[in-house]
């Protein structure tokens, strides 16, 4: 007979105090208890929330799971009645099954390969070493989100995209609104249709006149403007915000976790291994949603079709039974596989390239400044509230020995 499931009632909408790094309490026991429970939607749906790292590995590699959009009628903390969920605009292919994934995912694969980005180290290093010297000469006081961690990728996926400069400002605003959880509808529907209009307008301008870019280059294909338009949103969100919020908030890690923050320093070869560990402690692409297409037998139950899943990746990448003594931050563990970057036909894209600005932006402000600081009480810093795509820090002050 099969075992009654464990139930977690609500998802949790707070972190618990003096804990920004773990995942809420509430879901850590849950997987304490099991790696698959029942999850009651708001609106009464029955659902499953998936905490443990074995299955969600499964989950995310397995076509009877969708991420269709369309399917995508509950949401964990809100009741939105009888709404219907539109499918994914051309182009947007994160919320899309094969074959239409794959029709706009591949023309994109190698242009973000592990050589192509490795390429871009030096502008890397070169755009990393502009901000540091900002910094360095307003200081010694400063708030390393809006002066380091969130203009390194945005500058870095502007020009990839062809995007000019002077609108970079336009992209961080509108991409915090529809990402970070705390605007009404009305304006994370506003920010999200500023983007497409400007987009729309981007890739009508490099129809008439391609530059060296990645956008320039789709236009040989097949796609369509309305779909460039779709991928080039996609490529701008995925590749600013993840990426700050991992420099933010992994800097904010490091100054909590002294010993390891000496270890780095003392030893540059620890910094491919710090940045994986940080990406797995952290993980602020915290949650993905699936939908089950058929019954499918998971974890000891039956997940019937139509079933929506939450797959919960903080609480995986900080499994006991994949990664031992999972809580704590050890920048030399060996134990790899975090799924930071999800798994399967969907994991991220431009990994490659968050990889390489976080192992130069890393060592290089804390080579800059040996006695950086927090300028405030860890308890003070403002962190993105949970209902966040992507989970983070809003501001950083920090401070040095000038």
């Known amino acids: 007979m099969t075992e009654s499931p464990h139930?977690?009632?609500?998802?949790?909408?707070?972190?618990?105090?003096?804990?920004?790094?773990?995942?809420?309490?509430?879901?850590?026991?849950?997987?304490?208890?099991?790696?698959?429970?029942?999850?009651?939607?708001?609106?009464?749906?029955?659902?499953?929330?998936?905490?443990?790292?074995?299955?969600?590995?499964?989950?995310?590699?397995?076509?009877?799971?969708?991420?269709?959009?369309?399917?995508?009628?509950?949401?964990?903390?809100?009741?939105?009645?009888?709404?219907?969920?539109?499918?994914?605009?051309?182009?947007?292919?994160?919320?899309?099954?094969?074959?239409?994934?794959?029709?706009?995912?591949?023309?994109?694969?190698?242009?973000?390969?592990?050589?192509?980005?490795?390429?871009?180290?030096?502008?890397?290093?070169?755009?990393?070493?502009?901000?540091?010297?900002?910094?360095?000469?307003?200081?010694?006081?400063?708030?390393?989100?809006?002066?380091?961690?969130?203009?390194?990728?945005?500058?870095?996926?502007?020009?990839?995209?062809?995007?000019?400069?002077?609108?970079?400002?336009?992209?961080?605003?509108?991409?915090?609104?529809?990402?970070?959880?705390?605007?009404?509808?009305?304006?994370?529907?506003?920010?999200?249709?500023?983007?497409?209009t400007y987009l729309a307008e981007l890739v009508a301008a490099k129809r008439a006149d391609p530059t060296d870019d990645v956008l320039s280059d789709l236009l040989d294909s097949d796609l369509t403007d309305e779909e460039l338009k779709g991928i080039a949103l996609i490529l701008l969100s995925a590749g600013f915000d993840t990426t700050a919020n991992m420099l933010a908030l992994g800097t904010f890690a490091l100054l909590q976790n002294p010993e390891q923050l000496a270890a780095l320093r003392a030893d540059s070869a620890l910094t491919d291994g710090a940045v994986e560990e940080l990406l797995r402690y952290l993980s602020v692409a915290k949650q993905f949603q699936r939908v089950a297409l058929e019954d499918v037998e998971l974890g000891g139950h039956t997940i019937t079709a139509g079933t929506t899943v939450i797959l919960s990746l903080h609480t995986a990448n900080r499994d006991p039974e994949r990664f031992p003594n999972p809580h704590v931050l050890d920048l030399q563990r060996r134990d790899g596989g975090h799924l930071a970057f999800s798994h399967g036909i969907h994991q991220c894209l431009g990994q490659q390239l968050a990889r390489v600005e976080m192992r130069v932006a890393f060592p290089a402000l804390l080579n800059r400044f040996p006695t950086l600081r927090l300028a405030v009480p860890a308890e003070e810093v403002a962190l993105r509230p949970e209902t966040a795509d992507i989970y983070g820090v809003k501001s950083l002050p920090v401070t040095w020995d000038a």
């Open 7 to 196: 139930t977690v009632p609500t998802m949790p909408t707070a972190r618990q105090s003096g804990c920004p790094f773990d995942p809420p309490k509430e879901l850590i026991d849950a997987r304490e208890q099991s790696p698959i429970s029942r999850f009651p939607f708001p609106d009464g749906h029955q659902g499953w929330l998936v905490t443990g790292y074995d299955l969600i590995r499964s989950i995310l590699a397995d076509p009877r799971f969708s991420s269709r959009r369309e399917l995508m009628r509950h949401h964990p903390t809100i009741d939105y009645g009888e709404i219907e969920v539109p499918p994914a605009p051309p182009g947007e292919f994160l919320l899309m099954d094969e074959p239409q994934h794959g029709r706009y995912r591949k023309p994109l694969v190698g242009k973000f390969t592990v050589r192509r980005m490795r390429l871009l180290t030096e502008r890397v290093e070169q755009i990393t070493a502009e901000h540091l010297d900002a910094m360095e000469k307003a200081g010694p006081t400063a708030d390393l989100v809006t002066a380091f961690a969130k203009p390194i990728p945005a500058i870095v996926i502007c020009e990839l995209l062809g995007v000019p400069y002077e609108d970079r400002g336009f992209f961080q605003d509108n991409i915090d609104k529809f990402l970070g959880g705390e605007v009404s509808d009305e304006e994370l529907f506003a920010a999200y249709t500023a983007t497409q």
